[in-house]
């Protein structure tokens, strides 16, 4: 393994560990260096450990609410209530719309939703959703305050997410926001609802990896995994001081220039189209 190789990894990783929580796509931003900067695909055994270190890092960082949360989810198994009991049962709620479009959909966007012309477009339409839904807040309502329906329809909003170019973040916290969540807690949803998520997609991914598969050597995969997983616990921790008093709008404005980039660069060089 050359020292490029060892860029590629490094920095694959890094843009998986700090897009996956930004409202900016992950998915998007991991499609475009392989068609823009003709990287090799570094296979899906790659994709699994990227996705595995951003998962550990939402685990570590929200452990003690996701103790909180598991034994009360037991306890309401036994006809004992709580607050954190009801949260849980709302983060299985909204993911349901997720599981459920993956099993019908997934084929379907990975045919022809992976063009730099679908990226640019969604990038650009949610980017100014996102915008407005960040504008037009009232942020009356904590997640103490959340219900069924809100759970559903950031559920909905999550299951969107699978097009490339949209962002799991940013879908749901713009219905969050939309529905009247603070910011703060529109985020906190947004992260717990990863976790059921991405590791589904995490088991989904490796239940399709073989022995052929993976193009790397364990130690640049581990490393690969650490990169994204130490990244990410950065992102959440940084977004979330910083989410009250920023907002959604430099994220915003990031997606309207990456989005006529990719336009410029789809009717000007049509070989990467």
């Known amino acids: 393994m050359n020292f490029?190789?060892?860029?590629?990894?490094?920095?694959?990783?890094?843009?998986?560990?700090?897009?996956?929580f930004l409202?900016?796509?992950?998915?998007?931003?991991?499609?475009?260096?392989?068609?823009?900067?003709?990287?090799?695909?570094?296979?899906?055994?790659?994709?699994?450990?990227?996705?595995?270190?951003?998962?550990?890092?939402?685990?570590?960082?929200?452990?003690?609410?996701?103790?909180?949360?598991?034994?009360?989810?037991?306890?309401?198994?036994?006809?004992?209530?709580?607050?954190?009991?009801?949260l849980s049962w709302l983060v299985i709620l909204g993911t349901l719309p997720a599981v459920i479009a993956g099993g019908l959909f997934v084929g379907l966007v990975e045919t022809w939703g992976r063009s730099i012309l679908v990226i640019a477009s969604t990038t650009l339409l949610f980017g100014a959703v996102m915008g407005w839904a960040d504008t037009k807040r009232t942020e009356h309502r904590e997640l103490k305050n959340i219900g069924v329906k809100d759970a559903v329809w950031i559920g909905l909003a999550q299951a969107m997410s699978l097009i490339p170019g949209t962002s799991r973040s940013g879908a749901t916290i713009t219905m969050a926001l939309l529905l009247g969540f603070d910011?703060?807690?529109?985020?906190?949803?947004?992260?717990?609802?990863?976790?059921?998520?991405?590791?589904?997609?995490?088991?989904?991914?490796?239940?399709?990896?073989?022995?052929?598969?993976?193009?790397?050597?364990?130690?640049?995969?581990?490393?690969?995994?650490?990169?994204?997983?130490?990244?990410?616990?950065?992102?959440?921790?940084?977004?979330?001081?910083?989410?009250?008093?920023?907002g959604m709008m430099p994220f915003v404005i990031y997606r309207m220039i990456l989005g006529a980039i990719l336009l410029f660069i789809y009717f000007n060089l049509p070989a990467v189209s």
Not at 7 to 15: E, G, W
Not at 37 to 66: C, K, M, P, S
Request: proline fraction near 3%.
């Open 4 to 20: 490029s190789e060892w860029i590629q990894v490094a920095v694959l990783a890094l843009i998986q560990g700090l897009s996956e």
């Open 23 to 86: 409202p900016i796509s992950s998915s998007a931003h991991l499609i475009l260096p392989a068609q823009l900067l003709n990287w090799e695909d570094q296979g899906l055994a790659f994709d699994v450990g990227v996705h595995l270190g951003t998962l550990i890092a939402v685990l570590i960082y929200f452990r003690h609410d996701i103790k909180q949360m598991f034994i009360a989810w037991i306890a309401s198994l036994q006809g004992r209530h709580s607050p954190e009991g009801t």
């Open 183 to 246: 910011r703060a807690s529109a985020a906190r949803f947004s992260f717990l609802l990863s976790i059921p998520v991405t590791l589904g997609a995490c088991i989904m991914m490796a239940s399709r990896v073989t022995s052929g598969d993976s193009i790397l050597p364990l130690h640049m995969l581990f490393a690969g995994a650490v990169i994204a997983g130490i990244s990410a616990w950065m992102c959440i921790h940084f977004f979330l001081k910083w989410i009250a008093k920023i």
